[in-house]
C-alpha cells in the first residue's frame, strides 16, 4: 500500500478520503533532518505539509518514486517549486479553503485595535477591580470601523472575502494587487440574495496614501519587506496595519518605530519573522495584537483544508 506522509497533519476527514482511495496515511512527525531518509526508506508518494516542514531539493531528490508534494494552505515558500517543475513532482495547495478564517481573524484584530481590547484584556484581570475608572478612561477614545478606508493589499482570495466583510460594515474598500486590475465581488447576504459590487484596483502608493486601515495579503518579497520605513512614511497618521499573510512582509524594526512615533496607532500580527520564536519586543508592545498564526486555524478552515488536499493528491497520483 502506498505510503502518504501527512508530516504536519491532516484533517480526519481528509486522511480518511485518502484511506479510501488506497493510502497508508502516517500523521507522526518526521522531523526535518531525518526527512529526505524517510521518504526514500519508506517509498513516500506524497508529502503533505503546512509551514513548518521545508521541502527542500534533498527531500525531492530523495527517492524517484516521489510524485507529488500538498500544501496545507496558500503559501508555498517552505517548498523548492523549481526543483519540483524539474523533477515533473505535482505541487497543491489549498488556497480556497482558508479564506474565511483568515479574514475573520484580520477583521478581529482591527476591532481589537480600534477599540484597544488588546490591551483591555491585559490590564482588566490585573487591575480592573482597583483602577476601573482609570482603565475606562484609558479606552475610551476608540474609533469605529464603519465609514473608514480599508486598503488591502493583495487582493485574492482572502483579500476579496475581507472586502466583502469590511462592505458589508460600511467600510470603503481600496485594493492593489499587480495581477489584478479590476474587482469584482458578489455579496451574499443571507436571505436578501446577492449584491454585486466592482471596483479598479490602485497603485500601491494611492493605497498607502488614501487607507485608515491596511491588510497584507502577499508573499514575502525576496530580499527585503513590502512595508518598511519609506511605506511608513507615505501613510496617513495613526493608520492601523494588519498582517496575517507571512512574518516579514511588513519590517519589524520599522514597524516598532513607527508605532513608538505615533505614526502608526496600532498592528495587529498573525505571522512573524522567526517562528516558532518571535521577538519578545512585538509580543509585548502595548499597541499590537497578536494572535501565534491561526489565520487558517478553524474546525471549518481544517475541515475544508482537509478534503481539498486529499481530492488534489489523489488526482496528482492517479
Aim: glycine residues 10%; hydrophobic residues 45%; contains cysteine.
Amino acid at each position: 500500500m502506498a505510503l502518504i506522509l501527512a508530516n504536519d497533519g491532516i484533517h480526519p476527514v481528509g486522511k480518511k478520503i485518502l484511506e479510501n482511495a488506497g493510502f497508508q496515511v502516517q500523521t507522526d512527525k518526521v522531523e526535518q533532518d531525518d526527512l529526505a531518509a524517510f521518504i526514500k526508506d519508506n517509498e513516500v508518494v506524497a508529502v503533505l505539509v503546512r509551514s513548518a516542514t521545508q521541502i527542500t531539493e534533498a527531500e525531492l531528490k530523495s527517492w524517484d518514486g516521489l510524485k507529488a508534494i500538498g500544501r496545507a494552505g496558500v503559501g508555498l515558500d517552505n517548498i523548492d517549486l523549481n526543483c519540483a517543475e524539474e523533477l515533473g513532482i505535482a505541487v497543491c495547495n489549498t488556497p480556497a479553503a482558508s479564506s474565511q478564517s483568515v479574514a475573520e481573524l484580520v477583521l478581529g484584530h482591527l476591532f481589537s485595535a480600534s477599540r484597544f481590547l488588546q490591551l483591555s484584556n491585559r490590564e482588566m484581570p490585573i487591575s480592573g477591580a482597583t483602577e476601573f475608572g482609570k482603565l475606562k478612561k484609558s479606552y475610551s477614545k476608540g474609533s469605529e470601523l464603519q465609514g473608514k478606508t480599508l486598503g488591502i493589499v493583495g487582493i485574492g482570495r482572502i483579500g476579496q472575502t475581507l472586502a466583502k466583510m469590511a462592505l458589508g460594515l460600511g467600510m470603503k474598500v481600496v485594493a492593489h494587487d499587480p495581477f489584478i486590475a479590476k474587482v469584482n465581488l458578489e455579496l451574499e447576504i443571507h436571505g436578501h440574495g446577492v449584491v454585486e459590487v466592482s471596483f479598479d484596483t490602485v497603485a500601491f502608493d494611492d493605497l498607502l496614501a488614501q487607507a485608515d486601515f491596511i491588510s497584507l495579503h502577499v508573499p514575502k518579497p525576496k530580499g527585503g519587506s513590502l512595508i518598511g520605513t519609506a511605506e511608513f512614511v507615505k501613510m496617513k497618521e495613526g493608520v492601523v496595519i494588519a498582517n496575517a499573510a507571512r512574518g516579514g512582509v511588513i519590517d519589524e524594526d520599522a514597524l516598532l518605530e513607527a508605532l513608538d512615533s505615533g505614526k502608526v496607532a496600532a498592528a495587529g500580527l498573525d505571522v512573524f519573522v522567526n517562528e516558532p520564536n518571535p521577538r519578545e519586543d512585538l509580543l509585548n508592545h502595548p499597541r499590537i495584537s497578536v494572535t501565534p498564526h491561526i489565520g487558517a486555524s478553524t474546525n471549518e478552515a481544517q475541515t475544508r483544508i482537509g478534503v481539498e488536499l486529499a481530492e488534489k493528491i489523489i488526482a496528482a497520483i492517479s
